[in-house]
C-alpha cells in the first residue's frame, strides 16, 4: 500500500472546520476514506455528528469482541497565510507538504494503512475500530458524537493520532478560555479626572496576571500550569475616556484541575484585585487534560512496538489539548501518538516525513497484536 498516494489524496481533499460558520467542512474527506477502508476489506460506516458533517468509522474484527479505538480527526484549520498550496500535496526532500499533512492527517493514512494490514490476516487479538471525526480544532464534538455511537460493546484502549514526533505521550494540559471586562466610566478625555479609566483599569489586571502565575506544583511530564492573555480591545474613540476594556485570557490546567473551578477562581481573584470594576463571561472554550497511567496496557503496546524498533519507548507529555482527554473521562484509557512535530501543525508551509507516516502505521499494527488485557481490567 502506498502512503504517499493515500497521504496525497488525503491531503488534496479539503476539509477545513467551519467553525459553525459556512462552508463543506469534512464530509468530502469522511467519503474517501470510508471507499478507500471498503476497498481494502474493512467495514465502514459515516455517521452525521452535526448538519452534512460525519464522522467515519471502521471495525476490523479481531479474536476479542472488545476493541481497541485508533482514533483522529478529519478537520483541519485555515489555509490563509500558507506559502505552500495548501491542497497539492507535494513532496520534497521525502516531506509532503499542505494543510493537515501534520496534523492530522499523517496519522490518519498512519492507521488507515495499520488497519488495512490487520484486516488482510492474521486476525488481531482485539478487535480495532477506526475513526475519523469531525471538528476537533474546535469544539470536539466529533469524539463526543463517536462515543455516543460507537460499534463495540467495550473499548480497552485508544491511541489518538497526533503529532508527537512518534513519541508516546500519556499527558497533555487541558484549557479554559474566558474573557474579563474592566467596568469604568466613560467621560470625555478633556475632564479625564471625572471619569474612571477601564483601560488603566486593565493595566492593573496585566499586571497582576503576569506577576502571579498559577500557585501549583508543576506536572512531572507537563510542567507548570499557565496564564496567557490572548485578546484585548478597549476605547471607543479618540476623545473619550473608556469605559469598557477586554481581555480574552488562556489559562492551561493541568492534571486533577477541574477548568471550571479555575475559571470561579480567576474571577474571585481578580475581583478582590478591583472590587466592583471586574466582570468574568462564562468560558467560552473548556477542555480538560489527560493523564493515562504509564502502565495501562495500550501504553505498554506502544511501548513494546517502538522499543521493537529501536525507538525511545519512553513516555513523554504534551502541551496541547487533544480528544484524548475526552475518551479517557469515558473511562477509556488513551494515549497520543503519531508522524510530525507540533511545531509544522497549522504552519505556513505544514509539512510530514513520509518516512515517519510509514513507521507510524508499522508501531500501530504492531501495538493492535501486542495489547495484552485481563478479562477483570
Known amino acids: 500500500m502506498n502512503a504517499e498516494a493515500l497521504l496525497r489524496e488525503l491531503v488534496g481533499t479539503p476539509s477545513v472546520n467551519p467553525r459553525d460558520g459556512s462552508g463543506p467542512g469534512e464530509a468530502a474527506l469522511a467519503g474517501i476514506v470510508r471507499r478507500w ?79 488495512a494490514e490487520l484486516a488482510a490476516g492474521p486476525v488481531p487479538p482485539y478487535t480495532v475500530v477506526l475513526a475519523g471525526v469531525i471538528d476537533e480544532e ?15 460493546a467495550e473499548v480497552v484502549g485508544a491511541v489518538v493520532g497526533e503529532p508527537t514526533g512518534l513519541a508516546a505521550a500519556i499527558a497533555h494540559k487541558g484549557v479554559v478560555r474566558y474573557t474579563v471586562r474592566t467596568l469604568g466610566e466613560a467621560g470625555h478625555t478633556s475632564r479625564p479626572e471625572e471619569a474612571v479609566n477601564a483601560v488603566s483599569l486593565m493595566a492593573r489586571v496585566l499586571g497582576h496576571l503576569d506577576a502571579t502565575p498559577p500557585a501549583l506544583p508543576a506536572h512531572p511530564l507537563l510542567g507548570p500550569a499557565t496564564r496567557c492573555v490572548t485578546r ?31 475559571w470561579r477562581h480567576d474571577g474571585e481573584e481578580l475581583g478582590r484585585l478591583l472590587p466592583g470594576r471586574i466582570e468574568l463571561d462564562p468560558p467560552f472554550n473548556v477542555d480538560y487534560a489527560l493523564d ?30 487533544t480528544d484524548a482527554s475526552k475518551l479517557a473521562r469515558a473511562g477509556i484509557p488513551a494515549v497520543v ?41
Open 337 to 377: 501518538f503519531g508522524p510530525g512535530s507540533v511545531l509544522d501543525a497549522h504552519s505556513a508551509d505544514e509539512s510530514v516525513a513520509l518516512a515517519d507516516v510509514r513507521f507510524a502505521a508499522e508501531v500501530i499494527a504492531d501495538l493492535a497484536r501486542r495489547v495484552e488485557v485481563s478479562a477483570c481490567d
Open 138 to 152: 474546535y469544539r470536539y464534538r466529533g469524539v463526543l458524537g463517536l462515543l455516543d455511537s460507537l460499534p463495540v
Open 37 to 115: 477502508l471498503i476497498y481494502h476489506g474493512i467495514t465502514a460506516e459515516t455517521h452525521e455528528v452535526l448538519p452534512g458533517r460525519p464522522n467515519v468509522v471502521a471495525v476490523v474484527p479481531g479474536r476479542d469482541p472488545r476493541a481497541i479505538l485508533l482514533a483522529s480527526h478529519l478537520d483541519t484549520v485555515e489555509v490563509d497565510g500558507m506559502t505552500v498550496d495548501p491542497y497539492a500535496g507535494e513532496v520534497h526532500n521525502g516531506r509532503m507538504y499542505g494543510r493537515g499533512a501534520c496534523d492530522a492527517k499523517g496519522s490518519l493514512a498512519a492507521f488507515m494503512l495499520a488497519a
Open 232 to 262: 484585548i480591545q478597549g476605547g471607543t474613540g479618540p476623545n473619550i475616556v473608556p469605559g469598557r476594556c477586554e481581555i480574552d485570557v488562556d489559562r492551561r490546567t493541568l492534571p486533577g484541575e477541574d477548568p471550571m473551578a479555575v
Open 292 to 321: 493515562t497511567p504509564a502502565d495501562s496496557p495500550i501504553v505498554a503496546a506502544l511501548s513494546g512496538a517502538l522499543a521493537a524498533r529501536g525507538r525511545d519507548a519512553g513516555v513523554c507529555g504534551m502541551p496541547f489539548c
